[in-house]
């Protein structure tokens, strides 16, 4: 059963004491409010499987979050909410899905937002997945550039959450110049650059940065980053390491584009 079942089937207070079951148990409760109270009484720790557990939080978190990034230059405007459901339209949430990712964004949104307690537990879950850690940091950016810029405020609250789950400050950097890169290049010709004039110095340069190498590298070097990025971002190994499958077209759509800008250095190079 997926996490999205085993929650419907009234085990959402999945992480027992922690501000992720709460939240999600009342996002939930909105939505289905009528159906699930009488469930509430029996809830217990989910006893499923550790994939499970981590999709649930990581779908919690990531909303909320989301919800505390957009109020962090102090109010929502109507445009972020917007953006916000954009998002969710990008993931093609079911209508139900999308509510409670709704209620969690403003969750999100409140005052007194446990931000520090969501990240840690949240952290905990994913334990040494380094690579579900960094999708999730990445979708963050990618909502948050979701009008075309990324905001002061909103890098301050991404990348106090990147360090805390252990990302240093030279990789947010790396992980900011990679999704700007990418958005930047890909706004303007599409995921495979159909129909664009061959690639000027600034556009191969973009490239080298969505690889997270410079332009000096070797074609080893090339090669090596392209198939380390393609294992980081693959989608099936990242559901089974605790992605909500929810969030498969996201990380479809990081591969197509690091994809893409290695076939382009490629054609440069003449490999």
């Given at each position: 059963?997926?996490?999205?079942?085993?929650?419907?089937?009234g085990?959402?207070?999945?992480?027992?004491?922690?501000?992720?079951?709460?939240?999600?148990?009342?996002?939930?409760?909105?939505?289905?409010?009528?159906?699930?109270?009488?469930?509430?009484?029996?809830d217990q720790?989910?006893s499923?499987?550790?994939?499970?557990?981590?999709?649930?939080a990581?779908?919690t978190a990531?909303?909320?979050?989301?919800?505390?990034?957009?109020?962090?230059?102090?109010?929502?405007?109507?445009?972020?909410?917007?953006l916000a459901?954009?998002?969710?339209?990008?993931?093609?949430?079911?209508?139900d899905?999308?509510?409670?990712?709704?209620?969690?964004?403003?969750?999100?949104?409140?005052?007194?937002?446990p931000?520090?307690?969501?990240?840690?537990?949240?952290?905990?879950?994913?334990?040494?997945?380094?690579?579900?850690?960094?999708?999730?940091?990445?979708?963050?950016?990618?909502?948050?550039?979701?009008?075309?810029?990324?905001?002061?405020?909103?890098?301050?609250?991404?990348?106090?959450v990147?360090?805390?789950?252990?990302?240093?400050?030279?990789?947010?950097?790396?992980?900011?110049?990679m999704?700007?890169?990418?958005?930047?290049?890909?706004?303007?010709?599409?995921?495979?650059?159909?129909?664009?004039a061959p690639p000027?110095?600034?556009?191969?340069n973009?490239?080298?940065?969505?690889?997270?190498?410079?332009?000096?590298?070797?074609?080893?070097e090339?090669?090596?980053?392209?198939?380390?990025?393609?294992?980081?971002?693959?989608?099936d190994?990242?559901?089974?390491?605790?992605?909500?499958?929810?969030?498969?077209?996201?990380?479809?759509?990081?591969?197509r584009?690091?994809?893409?800008?290695?076939?382009?250095?490629?054609?440069?190079?003449?490999?």
């Amino acid at each position: 059963m997926s996490w999205w079942g085993k929650v419907l089937g009234g085990t959402f207070g999945f992480m027992s004491g922690g501000p992720l079951g709460a939240m999600l148990g009342a996002a939930l409760g909105h939505v289905f409010d009528k159906g699930l109270k009488a469930q509430r009484a029996s809830d217990q720790p989910f006893s499923g499987r550790q994939q499970e557990r981590t999709q649930a939080a990581f779908f919690t978190a990531l909303f909320s979050i989301m919800g505390h990034v957009a109020k962090a230059d102090g109010r929502v405007s109507a445009d972020e909410i917007a953006l916000a459901e954009a998002v969710m339209a990008r993931m093609a949430l079911t209508p139900d899905k999308r509510r409670v990712a709704m209620n969690l964004f403003n969750e999100g949104k409140r005052a007194d937002f446990p931000l520090d307690q969501v990240i840690d537990e949240f952290n905990a879950l994913c334990g040494r997945q380094r690579a579900i850690k960094r999708m999730f940091i990445e979708i963050l950016l990618s909502a948050a550039f979701a009008d075309d810029r990324l905001d002061h405020a909103e890098n301050t609250v991404i990348e106090y959450v990147a360090k805390r789950i252990g990302f240093s400050a030279v990789e947010y950097r790396a992980a900011v110049a990679m999704i700007t890169a990418a958005r930047d290049f890909f706004s303007r010709h599409g995921p495979r650059g159909a129909g664009a004039a061959p690639p000027g110095p600034e556009a191969v340069n973009r490239d080298y940065t969505v690889l997270g190498i410079e332009p000096a590298a070797s074609n080893d070097e090339v090669k090596r980053a392209y198939r380390r990025l393609m294992n980081q971002h693959h989608p099936d190994k990242l559901v089974s390491k605790g992605m909500p499958e929810e969030m498969v077209q996201v990380a479809t759509e990081r591969t197509r584009e690091i994809r893409a800008a290695y076939d382009r250095i490629r054609k440069i190079r003449g490999m």
